[in-house]
């Protein structure tokens, strides 16, 4: 079955610091794979999609992600964290030949320090 | 641009009440979503559409129903309500393989 695990339910990191988020999946096919942020009380907000093609894939806000198929791992990262970024954030698994659900990890909850 | 819009923002209901919540989006999208939110346990799929007049079962169906009569909406019903389906509820639409664009959500209270 598919699923989509992130490690880390919370993490902490200083305003300035470097930051990555893990996201393991498991799907028998090319996975397409997303990562939304979720400030609280809000929606969920597209930051960045791997469909194919280039492993390193640009989002919004400063942010990447790597798609690593040997590790079946999709990390989101920043070089440097503001406290704006402090919210939530999801990894998800579209299945596109199921109608294009979304399978999501628990989520991780980013917290930043002054 | 409204994007998707969710109807209403808050309620709560008694055990046993029946209610619908609305999803309209305005994007021209072919497909819907239904996700839940639980503390821990990320979003997960209720029912989605890929078009208008068929519906289908997600991971987590039980307890609920849905109707896409238009394209641009999705409506969720609770037959009787039961406070496991405490929660907030998403909506989200899409083009064909393509992201989803998400609704601000529905808090919904069953006591």
């Known amino acids: ?114 | 641009n409204a994007g998707v819009t969710q109807t209403p923002k808050f309620r709560v209901l008694k055990t046993g009440q029946s209610m619908t919540l609305l999803c309209a989006q305005d994007m021209n999208h072919e497909y819907m979503y239904w996700y839940r939110q639980d503390p821990g346990m990320g979003l997960r799929l209720i029912h989605y559409s890929v078009g208008e007049g068929t519906t289908a079962k997600g991971e987590v169906p039980d307890g609920y129903n849905v109707s896409r009569l238009k394209k641009q909406n999705f409506l969720l019903g609770l037959e009787s309500a039961a406070p496991s389906q405490t929660s907030v509820y998403f909506c989200a639409s899409s083009h064909p393989n393509q992201p989803q664009h998400f609704g601000d959500g529905t808090r919904l209270s069953i006591l």
């Open chain 1, 1 to 114: 079955a598919q699923s989509v695990t992130q490690p880390d339910i919370h993490i902490t990191v200083s305003e300035g610091a470097s930051l990555e988020l893990r996201c393991n999946y498991s799907y028998g096919a090319t996975p397409y794979l997303f990562w939304y942020v979720q400030s609280p009380g809000q929606g969920l907000q597209l930051l960045l999609k791997y469909f194919s093609g280039d492993t390193l894939v640009q989002g919004i806000k400063g942010f990447e992600a790597e798609f690593k198929r040997s590790q079946s791992s999709f990390n989101l990262r920043k070089p440097s964290v503001h406290w704006s970024d402090a919210a939530e954030y999801f990894c998800a698994v579209g299945l596109y030949n199921q109608g294009g659900k979304l399978i999501f990890g628990q989520g991780t909850e980013l917290s930043v320090k002054p």
